[in-house]
């Protein structure tokens, strides 16, 4: 029986990273965790929920909260609001991930919102309340929008 020669089985592999097949797996989540998420991501209409959207907000998130010690942290605000530079406001990258959350089915959520939750708790612990969070923040019915920012 003949058998494919390998630039036809690359032509194919191909094809398939061309359709997006599968999408990128997020580090820490299971693979139909990652498969939910991209479709959420793909269906979207919100203009900061695209295509690895919710992975560059997990990491962002982590990122805020990594450096060592016990010294607060205090989020920063944005100059530009385009989707890349917005992910420098950690409280932006959280409400991403609240997006995403809020569309997800339920187990896929359930998995993230163990990873959020950990890192909520790091948030909560790391950064100080602000007391005049509603006169200063534009949501400020959302908890992460009512710490001390820089």
């Known amino acids: ?3 494919k020669r390998p ?7 191909s094809l ?7 999408p990128e797996r997020i580090h820490g989540l299971s693979a139909r965790t990652s498969v939910a998420i991209d479709r959420v991501e ?6 900061y929920v695209y295509p690895g959207a919710t992975d560059r907000a997990l990491r962002q998130y982590r990122a805020f ?3 060592p010690g016990r010294r607060p942290l205090y989020p920063q605000d944005v100059e530009c609001s385009c989707r890349g530079c917005s992910f420098d406001d950690v409280r932006h990258a959280r409400d991403v991930l609240e997006e995403v959350l809020r569309q997800l089915p339920p187990r896929p959520r359930a998995q993230l919102q163990r990873q959020v939750r950990a890192l909520d708790a790091k948030y909560v612990e ?3 309340p602000d007391p005049f969070a509603a006169d200063r923040q534009w949501r400020s019915d959302l ?3 009512r710490r001390l920012a820089g």
């Open 1 to 3: 029986m003949p058998r």
């Open 7 to 13: 630039g036809a089985l690359r032509a194919e592999q």
């Open 16 to 22: 398939r990273v061309a359709w997006g097949l599968p």
């Open 42 to 47: 793909r269906l979207s209409g919100d203009y």
């Open 65 to 67: 909260l990594q450096p």
């Open 126 to 128: 790391r950064t100080l």
């Open 143 to 145: 908890w992460w929008r």
